[in-house]
């Protein structure tokens, strides 16, 4: 075996590890909190497979975290470390909202349309950091940690003035044209048209990543921005198109939420798509071909803990925990980095004696 | 005559707000100062606030005494904070990534435990607890209108400038501190002269916990007297803002924490004269934004300044470029 497919191979090993010791770590606070654990165990873990609803549910969350995770991915490929993906989501769909609520005159291109709006709205917000970065040398993670929350608010402003509904109970728009609703795959689920434009855009990542003269610009400008530089990369046009493709996928992300879940906007407070999406992308380690599967796994994990949180007496909250345990283990160097040293160490000596004959 | 009554008493009770509404920030800040001049960016701030807070009010209602609730809201934080430095110390975990998690952790695992504490997952208003009592100060509280800008605060108010003020002898006064910089410049040098890099990010983290735990503290035992769900609010990004600001000097940073009370101040204001209230809850935000930016121009024009000052000063000398003067 050589060193790099040893790495490889342990770099799997690591994550797998990871994910058992949270999970081991999530079951110990079940058995702790939990009157009928075992119960919530089955709940949590069968769940989102015991009946079609509940798989409807899981598509549903899965989607949003394909469309998130990608968006982190193609934002952090070039190094520009920023958690704008939230904010680009929500105005995605909050614009595609508003359009889903207009008449549209060939019916036909409204999905479409409100498709397209929420990109150009998602990019639009990851124009704000990228733009204060490149003229102004603003520090991105800050800038774009403060617009979300700005946007948070500048959005149910806008509600408030424009499609607010008057009828219903609390905050909310009124209702989305039936013509703007993507078209369901399955009836009685909210699996819809959506699937298909998720995995549209996962390939043409993954071409513009791995084959095309961008992506490895790109990959270049992340690993080393004054090499990539001096060898007559452009940075700053690459960087520019990352965050607005990045921010333009979250923004369909956005619009594909709104237009094949829900028949009203009403978000009043960030759904946490942009965390889900950096949690995607770490374990993802930049390969935007294995975001699908990333994104059916955390998705899972999350509907078992809704069902759990609905059925037994522990909160849905605990899947945060297992979360974040995942993505600190996943990301931390020095876990397992002992046996990883001693094994190279011997791998270096094998090798060594090999080339001596 | 009466108007210039009602002018008074909105101004006092506009220096008043700023004050109260700095506090948090303040303790934050000069959290995040200490973290970076140890050379660890804790971006976590917000999620130990929030345990902070947390445990102040749980403590407080199981002991009925609310200075245990704050040395348990301390203890958390403290205990958050290593928790991090364990991450990103021991396992070499992505900085940034391992403080995301934590706020992560921070915004639904108080939700979690206060689910299993008390049953609700909005806040604990139903829990009895107790808040930090305010102080009268003994020689201000006689001056008309002064005292009541500058009297009768939280008793964590006044602590939140003991605080400054203590950091700034701990920092540079003592020889800790010195280690402590030293390592946060450069922890290579610092280690070959001997400074344990280790322990001194760890002491960094524990310093800036205690702060975040009175941050958190005041937030559930002070401003409000109860603990609800993600109550810090971006206090604790927009301290490392406010922080970034000061340019990590400690007076920098409370001034700049009282520039965003101001604005924060000014909002509630603009509440009573009808402006759209969730474009005053943007405001503070979009503020800060506003703040960085006019402060990173201003350093990037300084250092341009620089820059072509030094190159102006070698093309007159005619030396030869050394690498140490790009």
């Given at each position: 075996?050589?060193?790099?497919?040893?790495?490889?191979?342990?770099?799997?090993?690591?994550?797998?590890?990871?994910?058992?010791?949270?999970?081991?770590?999530?079951?110990?606070?079940?058995?702790?909190?939990?009157?009928?654990?075992?119960?919530?165990?089955?709940?949590?873990?069968?769940?989102?497979?015991?009946?079609?609803?509940?798989?409807?549910?899981?598509?549903?969350?899965?989607?949003?975290?394909?469309?998130?995770?990608?968006?982190?991915?193609?934002?952090?490929?070039?190094?520009?470390?920023?958690?704008?993906?939230?904010?680009?989501?929500?105005?995605?769909?909050?614009?595609?909202?508003?359009?889903a609520t207009q008449e549209c005159m060939p019916a036909s291109i409204h999905p479409i349309l409100a498709l397209l709006v929420g990109g150009f709205a998602g990019a639009l917000i990851a124009v704000i950091p990228t733009a204060l970065r490149m003229l102004c040398n603003v520090d991105e993670f800050v800038s774009s940690l403060l617009l979300n929350y700005a946007v948070l608010y500048f959005t149910i402003f806008l509600l408030k003035n424009m499609i607010l509904s008057e009828t219903a109970f609390r905050v909310s728009s009124v209702e989305f044209q039936d013509s703007a609703m993507l078209t369901k795959l399955i009836p009685d689920t909210r699996i819809t048209t959506g699937v298909f434009i998720a995995i549209a855009c996962?390939?043409?990542?993954?071409?513009?990543?791995?084959?095309?003269?961008?992506?490895?610009?790109?990959?270049?400008?992340?690993?080393?921005?004054?090499?990539?530089?001096?060898?007559?990369?452009?940075?700053?046009?690459?960087?520019?198109?990352?965050?607005?493709?990045?921010?333009?996928?979250?923004?369909?992300?956005?619009?594909?939420?709104?237009?094949?879940?829900?028949?009203?906007?009403?978000?009043?407070?960030?759904?946490?798509?942009?965390?889900?999406?950096?949690?995607?992308?770490?374990?993802?380690?930049?390969?935007?071909?294995?975001?699908?599967?990333?994104?059916?796994?955390?998705?899972?994990?999350?509907?078992?803990?809704?069902?759990?949180?609905?059925?037994?007496?522990?909160?849905?909250?605990?899947?945060?925990?297992l979360f974040s345990v995942i993505v600190i283990l996943v990301v931390a160097k020095g876990f397992l980095s002992r046996y990883e040293h001693k094994y190279l160490l011997k791998l270096k000596k094998v090798e060594g004696g090999s080339d001596d004959k | 005559m009466n108007e210039v009554m009602i002018s008074s008493i909105v101004l006092t009770s506009f220096g008043y707000s700023i004050l109260r509404l700095s506090t948090a920030i303040i303790f934050a800040a000069l959290a995040s100062l200490v973290s970076k001049k140890a050379g660890v960016n804790n971006i976590a701030l917000e999620g130990i606030m929030l345990f902070s807070a947390l445990a102040g009010v749980l403590v407080s209602a199981y002991t009925k005494n609310a200075w245990f609730g704050l040395l348990g809201a301390i203890v958390v934080?403290?205990?958050?904070?290593?928790?991090?430095?364990?991450?990103?110390?021991?396992?070499?975990?992505?900085?940034?990534?391992?403080?995301?998690?934590?706020?992560?952790?921070?915004?639904?695992?108080?939700?979690?435990?206060?689910?299993?504490?008390?049953?609700?997952?909005?806040?604990?208003?139903?829990?009895?607890?107790?808040?930090?009592?305010?102080?009268?100060?003994?020689?201000?509280?006689?001056?008309?209108?002064?005292?009541?800008?500058?009297?009768?605060?939280?008793?964590?108010?006044?602590?939140?400038?003991?605080?400054?003020?203590?950091?700034?002898?701990?920092?540079y006064i003592t020889k800790t501190g010195l280690h402590l910089r030293s390592v946060g410049e450069n922890p290579v040098a610092a280690g070959t002269v001997g400074i344990n890099v280790v322990k001194m990010q760890y002491l960094g983290l524990a310093i800036c916990g205690i702060l975040c735990g009175m941050g958190g503290a005041f937030m559930s035992m002070g401003y409000t007297s109860w603990f609800s769900r993600d109550m810090i609010a971006g206090r604790g990004f927009i301290a490392i803002a406010a922080s970034s600001m000061g340019q990590n000097k400690i007076l920098g940073t409370v001034l700049s924490c009282l520039l965003f009370g101001i604005a924060d101040a000014v909002s509630n204001i603009m509440q009573t004269f009808d402006f759209p209230s969730d474009l005053i809850l943007a405001m503070p935000y979009v503020t800060t934004i506003v703040c960085i930016t006019v402060y990173s121009v201003f350093l990037k024009n300084k250092k341009a300044y620089r820059v072509a000052e030094k190159s102006a000063k070698r093309r007159n000398v005619l030396k030869k470029p050394t690498s140490r003067n790009v």
């Open positions: 075996m050589g060193i790099r497919s040893f790495i490889k191979k342990f770099n799997i090993l690591r994550t797998a590890l990871a994910i058992v010791l949270s999970f081991a770590i999530v079951l110990l606070i079940i058995v702790l909190v939990s009157k009928e654990p075992l119960e919530a165990f089955k709940n949590f873990f069968m769940g989102p497979i015991s009946s079609l609803n509940r798989v409807g549910s899981l598509v549903e969350a899965t989607l949003p975290l394909i469309f998130a995770g990608l968006a982190c991915v193609v934002m952090f490929e070039t190094g520009f470390f920023t958690l704008g993906v939230e904010g680009c989501f929500f105005f995605g769909a909050y614009w595609a909202a508003v359009i996962v390939v043409f990542i993954y071409i513009l990543h791995k084959k095309s003269k961008y992506g490895f610009e790109a990959r270049t400008t992340g690993q080393n921005k004054v090499f990539a530089a001096s060898v007559g990369i452009n940075t700053s046009r690459v960087i520019w198109i990352s965050q607005l493709l990045g921010g333009f996928i979250a923004g369909i992300g956005g619009a594909v939420q709104m237009l094949s879940v829900f028949t009203h906007f009403n978000y009043t407070a960030m759904p946490g798509y942009g965390f889900n999406g950096i949690i995607v992308s770490t374990m993802v380690g930049a390969n935007p071909a294995l975001v699908p599967l990333t994104a059916i796994f955390l998705a899972y994990i999350q509907t078992g803990a809704d069902i759990m949180g609905r059925m037994n007496d522990v909160p849905s909250e605990i899947v945060s925990v | 934080g403290v205990l958050i904070s290593l928790l991090l430095g364990l991450c990103a110390i021991h396992l070499r975990a992505n900085i940034f990534l391992s403080g995301i998690a934590i706020n992560t952790i921070g915004s639904f695992g108080t939700v979690f435990i206060m689910f299993l504490a008390i049953g609700d997952k909005a806040s604990t208003s139903t829990l009895q607890s107790f808040t930090l009592p305010r102080v009268a100060l003994p020689l201000i509280k006689d001056i008309p209108v002064v005292s009541e800008i500058l009297s009768n605060h939280n008793v964590l108010t006044y602590l939140a400038f003991v605080a400054a003020v203590l950091l700034y002898i701990f920092l």
